[in-house]
């Protein structure tokens, strides 16, 4: 057993004087593109107009070439560091049933045991014209998992219907989902987000943001922020149905009808607490609720470390005067899931910056800015020397 599409490990070992060791984590993998749809072809590197396009540039080619060139460099100047630094380069994140960062952990914990790890997920966030408006701190994600929620009858001829169908039934258990809210929760990240993203935004949402912050119960406060899809899953778990099958014949009532929900779970709960809640959304014994694997572990959220802040916030004034660091705990997820159990706490920061569409990641034409890979390539620099040298 190894990671099938490869990886790389490499260590620059330190004296353990400042603490124990930083890994430094990106992945190689990328999302599948199709040269058809892209203005360019997306598995060839290209400059044009000040950035860098190609499939995976952003999502995360472009960090995995910072950290090799920041241990290549640090290893050349011939010091050594206070703590050592781990760099992991893994497969797997992206596609595949078969996750590198996953398998460390299990198989090598040797190479990636760390103090924390910097990852990606966090970066600079532009206006859309060029202005950066705020350097986000990833501190923790939410719990991704699936679930099946699974109908079975004895079907018959459809020319003699009856009510209890199969595809019905799982129609309704998924309307109930679609219709339940989980409560609002916070943690002290997504408190610290909406307080210091609402002083930033401004206007009618962001005071409700800092409202909401100070008092989580404020229900006027709740209401306006959660109009915004963004921030409604930042403050709750959220199910939704994202595949539906069904049936066997067109001329026959369906023996079987299946969905799949997935879930993205806040920190604090299990997948077996969600498992039994939609249990009791759905109220329909008929309607089977099953985990599908892999099913993940629970972990909480990383701490608000100041020995791990306080140096990002400090060399983030020096490149990015009057820019604010957020905090913020991301909807999606990344390798930090692997991490988090085994008590190694991730922090996603970049140094690189990102415009407001994302940069087509996972999408058409993604692409990175030139100077943003080049200031972040020095940015990380000196954050690797401040928490190392």
Not at 248 to 275: M, W
Request: aromatic letters at 6%; a negative charge.
């Amino acid at each position: 057993e190894h990671p099938k599409n490869g990886g790389l490990v490499a260590v620059l070992p330190g004296d353990g004087s400042a603490g124990g060791p930083i890994l430094l984590l990106a992945h190689l993998d990328v999302v599948e593109a199709r040269r058809a749809d892209w203005s360019r072809d997306p598995f060839t590197l290209v400059e044009e107009g000040g950035y860098f396009y190609a499939r995976g540039v952003a999502d995360t080619k472009a960090l995995g070439a910072v950290w090799v060139d920041i241990l290549a460099r640090l290893r050349a100047e011939g010091h050594t560091p206070r703590r050592t630094l781990k760099l992991a380069l893994t497969c797997g994140e992206e596609s595949g049933d078969f996750n590198g960062a996953q398998w460390l952990v299990a198989n090598r914990p040797d190479l990636i045991q760390a103090d924390f790890v910097l990852n990606e997920g966090g970066g600079g966030e532009t206006d859309g014209q060029g202005r950066l408006i705020v350097q986000s701190l990833q501190v923790g994600e939410k719990t991704y998992q699936d679930y099946a929620l699974t109908t079975v009858n004895v079907g018959g001829h459809s020319s003699i219907p009856i009510r209890d169908n199969a595809i019905y039934q799982l129609a309704e258990a998924l309307l109930k989902v679609r219709d339940h809210g989980f409560p609002i929760e916070m943690t002290d990240t997504t408190r610290t987000y909406l307080a210091r993203s609402g002083a930033v935004m401004g206007g009618e949402l962001g005071a409700a943001m800092q409202a909401l912050s100070a008092n989580p119960a404020d229900a006027a406060a709740e209401a306006r922020v959660t109009q915004d899809r963004g921030l409604n899953s930042l403050l709750r778990t959220t199910c939704v149905g994202t595949m539906v099958e069904g049936g066997h014949a067109n001329n026959a009532l369906p023996q079987r009808a299946a969905a799949v929900v997935n879930c993205r779970i806040f920190p604090g709960h299990d997948v077996q607490e969600i498992r039994d809640a939609l249990a009791q959304v759905v109220d329909d014994p008929g309607v089977q609720i099953t985990l599908i694997e892999p099913i993940a572990l629970t972990a909480a959220p990383p701490p608000l470390d100041p020995a791990v802040i306080g140096p990002i916030e400090a060399v983030t004034a020096h490149y990015f005067p009057s820019v604010p660091v957020i905090p913020a705990m991301s909807t999606g997820a990344t390798d930090a899931v692997h991490f988090a159990p085994a008590g190694i706490p991730v922090y996603g920061v970049t140094g690189l910056w990102f415009d407001p569409d994302g940069n087509g990641q996972h999408g058409l034409n993604e692409r990175v800015e030139v100077a943003s890979v080049y200031v972040g390539r020095d940015y990380l620099t000196d954050l690797v020397r401040a928490f190392a040298f």
